[in-house]
């Protein structure tokens, strides 16, 4: 079965940092594209970072630019996120995915897991 252990969520006040990490199993972790997305209350979801396998890029959306970074260790099957600056805006549940290939808006191709959520919340 394929898992994805998101973990590292936590309540922070703005400016602070947080550093969430996902465990992949189940799958070929370097064959597939992985990634977080995040949901606000309220809101519907998006995507926050992801690396895509094709070409191995890195992606961002525009409001993390510069705050967010993902990296991986593939010896342990793991990605990262580390959020840094973080805003109030930022709270939100924050999901670890794995795919054939995310293209910035859907995931394309036949194949693709969510892990379980965690929550970050940012005060102000």
């Known amino acids: 079965d394929v898992q994805l252990q998101a973990s590292g969520g936590g309540l922070v006040k703005a400016g602070e940092s947080l550093r969430l990490s996902c465990v992949a199993s189940g799958f070929t972790f370097v064959d597939y594209a992985i990634g977080w997305f995040r949901r606000a209350p309220g809101k519907g979801r998006e995507a926050v970072s992801w690396i895509n396998r094709r070409d191995g890029s890195y992606h961002y959306r525009d409001s993390v630019k510069g705050r967010f970074f993902i990296s991986e260790d593939i010896a342990k099957n793991t990605v990262y996120l580390q959020m840094n600056s973080l805003k109030p805006e930022d709270t939100a549940v924050y999901y670890c995915?794995?795919?054939?290939?995310?293209?910035?808006?859907?995931?394309?191709?036949?194949?693709?897991?969510w892990g379980q959520g965690t929550l970050v919340t940012v005060s102000s």
């Open positions: 995915a794995a795919g054939d290939h995310y293209d910035g808006r859907q995931w394309i191709g036949d194949e693709d897991w």
